[in-house]
């Protein structure tokens, strides 16, 4: 096993005197030394960030038998073996940390890069990576270059992250020739503990790793146990359909809209109006929110991309003649750019307070 970082290869043997030749410039060094001397010489946990994505960031430490448990699953649900993994996603959050610990209990050689949007472009034409985690945003930049979407091919596995994939997103992927997942995970859980593959056979709904077990609430909160949670049930804020060996996710329970009686998940309905969208071939980007209202309590809005909508009055038509009626957005606000939180998610709470000060 061998860490590539900045042209330098790290292993067990040579860590104590190569770590200090690695470029402090290069900001993930600091985690990855960080995080590598924990490993190395045995520390008793590693603090991590959650994304931030409902609430400010908080802080998790997981000791080093979680993140193992957690790697052990993905390498063998995914059967992964003798890999050569590309990390060109940031360590400082789950996600990433969790490339770096699967090479290095699964002794697979690791490049770990800067994150950039599209990270084919650094590499050549007949590399010979075979894992990669990437995001939505860097899956789009990539396809949209053709030559980064043969170097893309290249690859055997490839995990998607960070986000939810739109509809367009998820045709393409469904033509890629190297297996796609979608993973569902968190900090607190040592990121993913379920899967749901998008091609090649693709399944309707995540997967969860064999030695994970599941169960809702009466609200349809999620809740996983597993060697990865030091097997003790660990809440979620998910919403989910259970089913014997995975779920199909709803909604998050933090974003749920109550507007004149119905509870509306926001994530759920955005895909119901995307599939809408798509099939009369009109590509907007948009998320659904809600203001105060004295009639409704919340009232559901659709918030669209400045200048992405040239017909209002069409878009209205269409999504009433599709969509129950307490699912029919009252109003469309137009916003030249949607917050982001750190992680490049979404960020509804800023979003909802944005469109309620115009």
């Known amino acids: 096993m061998h860490i590539l970082i900045d042209d330098i290869y790290l292993n067990t043997d040579n860590f104590a005197n190569e ?32 994304s931030g994505t409902t609430s400010k960031p908080k802080e998790i430490k997981l000791n080093k038998n979680l993140f ?3 790697a052990v699953q993905t390498i063998d649900f995914l059967k992964l073996k003798n890999e050569n993994i590309y990390c060109c996603i940031p360590i400082d959050k789950i996600g990433g940390l969790m490339m770096i610990v699967r090479a290095l209990v699964g002794n697979f050689d690791i490049k770990i890069t800067k994150p950039s949007a599209d990270p084919m472009k650094e590499l050549k034409p007949n590399h010979n990576y075979t894992f990669i985690s990437l995001v939505p945003y860097q899956v789009f ?70 030695e994970v077990n599941l169960r809702t609430d009466k609200y349809g909160v999620l809740s996983i146990k597993g060697n990865q949670t030091n097997n003790k049930w660990t ?15 709803i909604g998050r329970n933090d974003f749920v809209i109550n507007t004149g009686g119905y509870k509306i998940y926001p994530e759920y309905l955005e895909s119901k109006i995307e599939k809408i969208l798509y099939e009369e ?44 009626k307490h699912e029919i957005p009252k109003k469309l606000i137009p916003l030249k750019d949607f917050p982001l939180n750190n992680s490049m998610k979404i960020d509804r709470i800023k979003l909802k307070e944005f469109i309620s000060a115009l």
């Not at 200090?20 to 603090?47: A, C, H, R």
């Not at 939810?164 to 040592?190: A, Q, R, W």
């Not at 809440?235 to 996710?249: H, M, Q, R, S």
């Open 235 to 249: 809440k979620t804020n998910d919403i989910v359909k259970l089913y014997k060996d995975g779920f199909e996710f």
């Open 68 to 70: 193992i448990s957690s």
């Open 281 to 324: 071939n009109i590509n907007i980007e948009f998320y659904i929110s809600s203001i105060c209202s004295i009639e409704w309590g919340q009232m559901l809005v659709l918030v669209f991309k400045e200048k992405s909508i040239n017909n209002l009055d069409n878009i209205f038509i269409l999504l009433k003649s599709k969509l129950a």
């Open 19 to 50: 770590y200090v030749k690695l470029k402090p410039e290069f900001g993930q060094n600091s985690i990855i030394l960080k995080f590598l001397d924990f490993w190395f010489n045995k520390k008793n946990y590693f603090i991590v960030f959650t």
């Open 141 to 210: 930049q990539i396809i949209n270059n053709n030559d980064s979407l043969k170097k893309l091919m290249r690859f055997k596995t490839i995990l998607i992250g960070g986000a939810e994939i739109n509809i367009e997103l998820l045709k393409i992927i469904e033509t890629l020739k190297p297996d796609v997942y979608h993973t569902f995970g968190m900090s607190e859980t040592c990121s993913n503990f379920a899967l749901k593959k998008l091609n090649n056979g693709k399944w309707n709904y995540f997967k969860k790793y064999p």
